[in-house]
């Protein structure tokens, strides 16, 4: 009896040894861990290094977000949203089906069936091409498109066999009757098949339209920029309010995650006093300068000349030349100032909340496409915020494929904003000064990036870690999903029709958007300073 007691002992006390050594393990510490490796033969000081420089790099990271206020589990991946009322069908009409209005039928949700197998095409043979994924993956809007009008007989066909194709988000039940084809915008407005239109035309149709639209009672999402002179701007406004339509201006980048981020970054005062930004477009294709190709059927037979030229203040012979390529000509466009500014400059309006600027002295010239346009291809903008103590510069070109992206300058740091963000600190930074001559932030790599999508925000300490930017007005995330913009913008608008409320780019924004790039159009082309008076909102 002894005997086996204390045996039973025995095996007792064998049994909790291990633990013990267990316990003990579990409460060394990382520091510890990287020590003994240094004793390991071969491995040792390679080891050691190594996990001792991962050891510092977390410190400094803690360190580092802890001084910018920034939970180091702080989420990247915005959760994916629905419809509030899902059932609430919307009938679409969209007037103009050229190469956006046809995108932005995809981005509610229809396509035409040589495009889905095309894209089918493109998936097999390149592996990395999501975007027919993308269109499937895109959530049912609960729309359907009852109406196209445009002013080629082509691209009116075009839409009519988009909206009648069931391969779609949400589709296969074979339900789609189509969209009737109206000769004339008018037309369409006067239909009861037809609750809110989307805009795609040339931009000197842009105020007529809209005016119309919101008279009969549609609601209104319309393509920058949002007029073509600075007297429609007001016009528009005017019109939107006193109708109660639910407006919305086509910056789709307004949806981008990276934005929305740059936003709580510039609240969190990371940057310090902003003084300047610097934004860009910089293209060299000549799709990029708006050479577009010219339709073979394009003709007087299949184009309605007349129609298109409508309020364009220049009358000419039919042009497939000026048809196509619109955007080359200050009669039917806004330039670069109203087709890309209107971009960046929305981009620091709904990061910043800049409003309409005090001044701009814009300047440029054609100096590469010598094709008879009339709009600059080289442009430059300079805006002053004296109330803010801010100045925004805007450049251009159509002949050089140099990528620069939209730069934020503070006294403490400087943030360049894309599809992701990267924010570095100053080197002379008031705030930061104790961490630069520390070591603990090193100002030749990022303070931290985002990059939507990830798990989190990543604060760089080395230099493979630097993210690249790119500019991001095509696709961001949702859900850890690709997801296009335009198709979240259009979503946005929706929304507030079925519910209420203004969208992202409302009239107010819209407003803001076309003083701002007709103020830097009138500069260009009178040679002159031109400024904006807040008391008497007028342009001088």
Known sequence: MTEDKNNNNNESIAAKKPEKKAEKAISLTRRDIVKGLATIPVFGPFLYAFFRKKWLDDLKKKEILAELGIEEKAAAVLPKTTLKKPGQLVRLGIIGFGGRGEALAHAAGFAHPDWIERKKKDARENKLDKELETFFN???????????????????????????????????????????????????????????????????????????????????????????????????????????????????????????????????????????????????????????????????????????????????????????????????????????????????????????????????????????????????????????????????????????????????????????????????????KEKIMNNIINTSLPLFTYQPGLKGIDTVTSATERYFMTRGLMYTTRGGRQVNTTHLHLKDWLNCIRNGGQPSCNIDRGFEEAVTCHMATLSYLEGRKVGWDPLTKKVV
């Open 138 to 432: 895109q959530e049912d809007l609960n729309v359907v498109l009852s109406g196209v009008c445009d002013v080629f007989d082509v691209r009116a066909e075009r839409g009519i066999a988009a909206s009648k194709n069931d391969v779609r988000p949400g589709g296969g039940v074979g339900l789609l009757k189509g969209a009737k084809r109206f000769l004339h915008y008018q037309e369409m407005l006067e239909s009861d098949d037809v609750d809110a239109v989307i805009i795609a035309t040339p931009d000197h149709w842009h105020a007529q339209m809209i005016i119309d639209a919101v008279n009969a009672g549609k609601h209104v999402y319309c393509e920058k920029c949002m007029t073509r002179t600075i007297e429609e701007t007001f016009q528009v406004s005017e019109a939107v309010k006193q109708s109660g339509m639910v407006f919305q201006l086509g910056h789709q980048g307004r949806q981008q995650d990276s934005y929305i981020k740059a936003k709580q970054i510039v609240e969190k005062n990371i940057l310090g006093k902003i003084t300047l930004v610097e934004a860009t477009t910089n293209r060299n294709s000549p799709n990029g300068a708006w050479v577009y190709d010219i339709h073979e059927e394009g003709s007087p037979e299949t184009i309605d000349w007349e129609q298109f030229e409508g309020p364009a203040p220049h009358k000419v012979p039919f042009s497939s030349e000026r048809f196509f390529r619109w955007r080359c000509w200050f009669d039917y466009g806004t330039g670069l100032s109203g087709d890309l500014l209107s971009h960046e400059y929305d981009a620091a309006n709904q990061i910043l909340e800049l409003g309409i600027p005090k001044s701009a002295v814009a300047s440029g010239g054609i100096y590469f496409f010598q094709d008879g346009r009339d709009v600059p291809d080289v442009f430059q903008a300079v805006f002053e915020y004296p109330e803010r103590n801010l100045t925004l510069v805007y450049s251009a070109t159509l002949a050089n494929g140099r990528g620069r992206g939209k730069v934020f300058m503070g006294h403490d740091a400087s943030m360049e904003v894309g599809y992701t963000l990267s924010v570095t600190a100053d080197w002379e930074s008031t705030r930061y």
